[in-house]
């Protein structure tokens, strides 16, 4: 049995720090997500988990939604969060969860142009981020991601508030507003008050 220096062994703590920071982050995003628009009658916040199905073989079809069937067997990506039209039994935009940028966002892009060649070409992509090295850069000096994001219609909301908004890149407090919007989340009708003037003038 190979034994870790304190090297690997301080980068192997590091990447469980970081895997679970990340966990905790995207549940953050789904219990807000959920609490925001969880009781829209026609709209599921889903949290798939990616799995991998042999062909032929028994599945549970909890988020059968997004599994995609191929000959070698069935999958679900690496999707965070989803928001499915239960009417209309699609799914309208993955919400990706990443704390900082790097290669996740090339990690969510791929997911995301699977997702639209698979299931659905209109499916949105919401990208959540802590962007805690303004790693999307600004409309005078942009950075590659925020070039791509704007260019491939990825929406971007950032918790940094020193994240500069321009193309497609958002304030975090954004998010909510923008997927009731895509999602035909209309707002309550607040109820006509009566008008209890027009009666006393009547009487009088």
């Known amino acids: 049995m190979a034994i870790k220096t304190t090297k690997e062994q301080n980068n192997s703590d590091a990447q469980s720090r970081r895997v679970l920071s990340g966990i905790e982050f995207e549940r953050e ?10 009781k829209c009658s026609h709209i599921a916040i889903l949290k798939p988990k990616t799995h991998v199905y042999p062909p032929g073989s028994d599945r549970d079809y909890d988020f059968s939604c997004m599994q995609i069937k191929t000959p070698h067997g069935d999958v679900i990506g690496d999707t965070d969060i989803v928001v499915f039209d239960k009417k209309r039994n699609k799914p309208l935009i993955l919400v990706s969860c990443k704390i900082s940028l790097r290669e996740r966002m090339s990690q969510s892009l791929f997911h995301w142009f699977l ?11 919401f990208f959540v981020t802590k962007d805690p ?3 999307f850069g600004s409309r005078e000096n942009p950075r590659k991601w925020g070039v791509l994001a704007a260019h491939l219609g990825v929406y971007c909301y950032s918790q940094n508030p020193k994240t500069e908004s321009w193309g497609t890149i958002f304030p975090f407090e954004n998010m909510i507003r923008d997927l009731k919007r895509m999602s035909r989340i209309s707002k309550k009708k ?4 009566k008008n209890t003037n027009a009666k006393k003038r009547v009487k009088n």
Do not use: Q, S
């Not at 995003?29 to 959920?34: L, S």
């Not at 997702?115 to 992509?125: C, F, N, S, T, V």
């Not at 607040?190 to 008050?193: A, E, G, T």
């Open 29 to 38: 995003i789904f219990e807000y997500i959920k609490g925001e628009v969880g």
């Open 115 to 125: 997702y639209r060649a698979e299931k659905d070409p209109e499916i949105k992509l």
């Open 133 to 135: 090295d303004l790693e």
């Open 190 to 193: 607040k109820p006509l008050r």
